[in-house]
Nanobody, 125 residues
Framework: QVQLQESGGGSVQVGGSLRLFCAGD????????MAWFRQGPGQEREAVAG????????YYTDSVKGRFTAAHDNAKNTIYLQMSNLRPEDTAMYYC??????????????????WGQGTQVAVVT
């Protein structure tokens, strides 16, 4: 397995922006789809955005379309999530995840074998 490490979380006012970053160690080991999930207080974990290896497939959950952008650097096993126009409902722990190579990009968390520890995002008024 690959260790994933997130960074960039924090507290931001409504309408503000944050950029989350995730890097995987073991750069000699290729990853497949890389994605962001989040879990808010009292909520189930949900897929936010995912990018396939090579960037051919990208998905976003409906609530973040037009506000969030994800990009994946295959060579460096990294993914970032640019979040704009943040809303209170975006408050959550954000997790980076990655599949094994040759696994289709999906919003199903069970398909992801590699996970980070999470980074907290708080959107305040």
């Amino acid at each position: 397995q690959v260790q994933l490490q997130e960074s960039g979380g924090g507290s931001v006012q409504v309408g503000g922006s944050l950029r989350l970053f995730c890097a995987g160690d073991g750069h000699r080991y290729s990853l497949g789809c890389m994605a962001w999930f989040r879990q808010g207080p009292g909520q189930e974990r949900e897929a936010v955005a995912g990018v396939s290896r090579g960037g051919r497939t990208t998905y976003y959950t409906d609530s973040v379309k037009g506000r969030f952008t994800a990009a994946h650097d295959n060579a460096k096993n990294t993914i970032y999530l640019q979040m704009s126009n943040l809303r209170p409902e975006d408050t959550a722990m954000y997790y980076c995840a990655a599949t094994e190579p040759f696994t289709s990009c999906t919003s199903d968390s069970k398909k992801f074998a590699n996970w980070g520890q999470g980074t907290q995002v708080a959107v305040v008024t």
